[in-house]
């Protein structure tokens, strides 16, 4: 049993934060105050006495890593923030959930100092943190993999805070199950279990054995009970003690269960739902605050002295920092190459040259795009050693493995199929989509690694929250999801993707790239490492598709006409092939990904008649908004109003780019089981057809604009 020295200043500091809890969604007149009572105690053993932090350089390196999974309660972090001196002052615990406050109704990554991500959809933060705690694991094998145990300057903890809400949602389980077999011993978990969501009692849907589970998964368990005894009792003593006998174990992720009754001690809410979606009010508070032994007349309020002891995390912070700066330089001597690389990756520069690995695919042979991204993976991996992924257990599907490199796995894990180890750099999430989106998040989060992660695209589906939520942090993992449309044939409708193009361009701040070829697809990748402000979806053909020729660069010298080079996919959207000399032009044929071949065999077949016809290839078109509008006009010329889009997937949002005069090739019904060619010839996937639709084109053209 550890002896934790409270004093009395730390006892009326729980006291505080307790009343700021009810006092800012008093004054808010909404928010979720419940769990922000009862969880003061354990947030502020966390920030005050557990971790290792800087409130002066909530960025340093060294720190340990606080996820609040539970984000609805965002005071339980705000009001320690502030406490501790991370730059959060009084008034912004006054501005709760207002316009342009520092305290925002769920924490914000890049909002707020001191918060890790954006937490909010229940579940996300846990599993986020276990890609966080997978992180961390692997920037030790990059800097200081010879270091015996709990010696390195990377050497940090990864603490989360989750609820029922939490535990309940599948993504949990995912991504716990995929920790336990990873045995990330740097990751704790508390689990408040307060039995109280918005519908009341969670018995009504809750009832399993949560600590028995995570045995099962491989967890490090432990109960710490308040409510036990018959007398509520915050035992922090006993907290303390569990979470310093979670961080001793090192070869197993770490779970709390802490039994708390929400609210407590709130004179008549306290335990019930009433007190976990909004306000106490104004008796309930003053009731609370009496409890506590606070002026209930008193709001907001918060003693000079009683800030400057809590702020003494502070001098604590610097202190750990400076003495975390002696091991570190003591590294930076011992190991100056490692040291060239950390800084490299600080700076968030791409190596020098690095693009000179890129292969370049011969024109004329014929190549999936995502066999042609699995050769992309392996040639650069020796040159980018921060790039690191795997996939939803469908490696050779998705060619996501980097050939020769061993797997991410813990010792005892390493059956010979998958050679690896502690700090291999190739991941297995396991059939878990949904939790690979939130780890790959939680990766990049932590820094300074990038990270890929591969299914087939019509299961983005179930990643989709994740997806979603890197585009809102504005952060940079890259989702490869293959067989991406009909071609994917006999497999059928289940596995052939018709909407999910459209809805995954319907995300803000999110790149969702459709290749045409293996030299577009390099360029995909280019383009996307070079960029750091968004998640990159890479949308990538089962079926070959012909290496196209290219007038310079890669794919050029071969036979026929050549192409504009695959470099113009940096821009979104590039002239691939324009009407010839001495035909005006009189069409715009759009195109992505395997539709682009047929685009350009429509153009021949339209040049034939002395139709002017021009290609675009389209990769991504939010790339291709961003450019300025001299650069789209020279692309796609206002003047022609004959478009026609062609995409095996759903018309939406085509329209916007073809038209009133314009066609679609498009899909809007579900596939089939069948040869992936008879379904394209079937669903008018054919250079004759989409030459149809110009000709139709043409007409309306004349007629309606």
Known sequence: MTELNFTDADLLAIATAKALAADAVDKAGNGHPGTAISLAPAAYLLYQHIMRADPADPTWVGRDRFVLSAGHSSLTQYIELFLAGYGLELTDLEQLRQKGSLTPGHPEYRHTAGVEMTTGPLGAGLASAVGMAMAARYERGLFDPAAPAGTSPFDHSVFVIAGDGCLQEGVTAEACSLAGTQKLGNLVLIYDSNRISIEGDVNVAFTENVLARYEAYGWHTQEVDWTAGGQYREDLGALDDAIHQAL????????????????????????????????????????????????????????????????????????????????????????????????????????????????????????????????????????????????????????????????????????????GGPYGRTLHFGIREHAMGSILNGIVLHGPTRAYGGTFFVFSDYMRPPVRLAALMGIDPIFVWTHDSIGVGEDGPTHQPIEQLASLRAIPNMAVVRPCDANETAAAWKAALEQTSQPVGLVLTR????????????????????????????????????????????????????????????????????????????????????????????????????????????????????????????????????????????????????????????QAAKTCC
């Open 248 to 419: 001793a174990v090192t070869d197993k992720p770490s779970i709390i269960k802490l039994d708390t009754i929400i609210g407590w001690p709130a004179p008549t809410k306290a335990g019930t739902g009433g007190i976990h979606g909004s306000k106490l009010g104004a008796d309930e508070t003053a009731g609370l605050k009496k409890a506590l032994g606070l002026d209930p007349a008193k709001s907001f309020d918060v003693p000079a002295d009683l800030l400057a002891h809590t702020r003494q995390a502070v001098a604590r912070g610097a202190a750990a920092h400076q003495a975390w700066n002696k091991d570190f330089e003591a590294w930076r001597a011992r190991e100056p190459e490692r040291a060239a690389l950390f800084d490299r990756l600080q700076s968030g520069k791409l190596p020098e040259g690095w693009d000179a690995a890129l292969p370049a695919f011969a024109a004329g042979e014929s190549i999936a795009t995502r066999a042609a991204s699995g050769k992309v993976l392996t040639a650069i991996g020796p040159a980018l050693p921060e790039l690191w992924g795997g996939s939803a257990d469908l490696a050779g599907s998705n060619n996501t493995t980097m050939a020769g490199q061993p797997s991410f796995l813990p010792e005892t894990v390493d059956d010979g199929a998958w050679p």
């Open 543 to 698: 079926q070959n598709l012909p290496v196209l020729n290219r007038v310079s660069g890669p794919g050029a010298d071969g036979e026929g006409e050549a192409y504009a080079p695959a470099s113009g996919l940096a821009r979104g959207g590039y002239v691939l092939a324009d009407a010839p000399a001495g035909l005006k032009l009189d069409v715009l044929l759009l195109a992505t990904g395997s539709e682009v071949s047929l685009a350009l065999g429509a153009r021949d077949l339209l040049q034939a008649d002395g139709i002017g016809a021009r290609v675009v290839s389209l990769p991504c078109l939010e790339w291709f908004k961003a450019q300025d509008a001299a650069y789209r006009e020279s692309v796609l010329p206002a003047a022609v109003k004959a478009r026609v889009a062609v995409e095996a997937a759903s018309p939406m949002g085509w329209r916007e780019w073809v038209g009133d005069a314009g066609r679609t090739v498009t899909i809007d019904h579900f596939g089939a089981s069948a040869p992936a060619g008879l379904l394209q010839a079937e669903y008018g996937f054919t250079p004759e057809n989409v030459a149809a639709k110009a000709r139709e084109s043409i």
